[in-house]
Nanobody
Framework: QAQFVESGGGLVQPGGSLRLSCAAS????????IGWFRQAPGKEREGVAC????????NYQDYVKGRFTISRDSAKGTVYLQMNSLKPEDTAVYYCAADRLPLFRRCLLSAQEEYNYWGQGTQVTVSS
């Protein structure tokens, strides 16, 4: 069965950096737009960033613009979320998800129900 493997989470101090990775087994991420979502305790899951199937366009939540960067490695079939200047409010479980979209269609962070595959999440904790 298709499965996502997420890694890179952990405990960091405010201002620190982490790079999250998303890889798939049983299918290729190359045919999907990829989104990163997060859910903090007591809050609803929200979109963080996404990248189109082609990798040519991205979409970010306003609060992470300029700090987070989503990218994909076509050769490895891996999608990354580079997180810099982390803040305590970034603390959450981060999920990778795949959305089957045409090659150049812009991804949406608001359409969570359209994503086909979801990872189990990786914990990111930002604290001093």
């Amino acid at each position: 069965q298709a499965q996502f493997v997420e890694s890179g989470g952990g405990l960091v101090q405010p201002g620190g950096s982490l790079r999250l990775s998303c890889a798939a087994s049983g299918f290729s991420l190359g045919g999907y737009a990829i989104g990163w979502f997060r859910q903090a305790p007591g809050k609803e899951r929200e979109g963080v960033a996404c990248i189109s199937t082609s990798g040519s366009s991205t979409n970010y939540q306003d609060y992470v613009k300029g700090r987070f960067t989503i990218s994909r490695d076509s050769a490895k079939g891996t999608v990354y979320l580079q997180m810099n200047s982390l803040k305590p409010e970034d603390t959450a479980v981060y999920y990778c998800a795949a959305d089957r979209l045409p090659l150049f269609r812009r991804c949406l962070l608001s359409a969570q129900e359209e994503y086909n595959y979801w990872g189990q999440g990786t914990q990111v904790t930002v604290s001093s």
